[in-house]
């Protein structure tokens, strides 16, 4: 079982910047691919970003790439997600989730969940 703990949301004006972390408790956190993603009030969750366990395979939506990174760091049993350039329709519940096979843009592929972190964005 992989707990996931979320962290660095709150609120920023439209342009600014946030990092998020998502800290793991599984000992094996390099074997599994993890991603992101986000859910506004009365939305439907969305795919932001994945990462496949080595790094090697990274996929974002076409909404964020170009503003947001995502990384990893294996050693820390943690990912990041990088988000600059913030838009106020950025504005979600941003959630962390591993995957025990490969990348995957759809979260129904993902086994583990984090409790979600709050971002939003002032315009």
């Known amino acids: 079982q992989v707990q996931l703990v979320e962290s660095g949301g709150g609120l920023v004006q439209a342009g600014g910047s946030l990092r998020l972390s998502c800290a793991a408790s599984?000992?094996?956190?390099?074997?599994?691919?993890m991603g992101w993603f986000r859910q506004a009030t009365g939305k439907e969750r969305e795919f932001v970003a994945a990462?496949?366990?080595?790094?090697?395979?990274?996929v974002y939506a076409a909404s964020v790439k170009g503003r947001f990174t995502i990384s990893r760091d294996n050693a820390k049993n943690t990912v990041y997600l990088q988000m600059n350039s913030l838009k106020p329709e950025d504005t979600a519940v941003y959630y962390c989730?591993?995957?025990?096979?490969?990348?995957?843009?759809?979260?129904?592929?993902?086994?583990?969940w984090g409790q979600g972190t709050q971002v939003t964005v002032s315009s």
């Open positions: 989730a591993a995957e025990e096979t490969a990348v995957a843009e759809n979260h129904h592929e993902y086994d583990y």
């Open positions: 599984e000992r094996t956190f390099s074997k599994y691919a």
């Open positions: 990462i496949s366990w080595d790094g090697g395979d990274i």
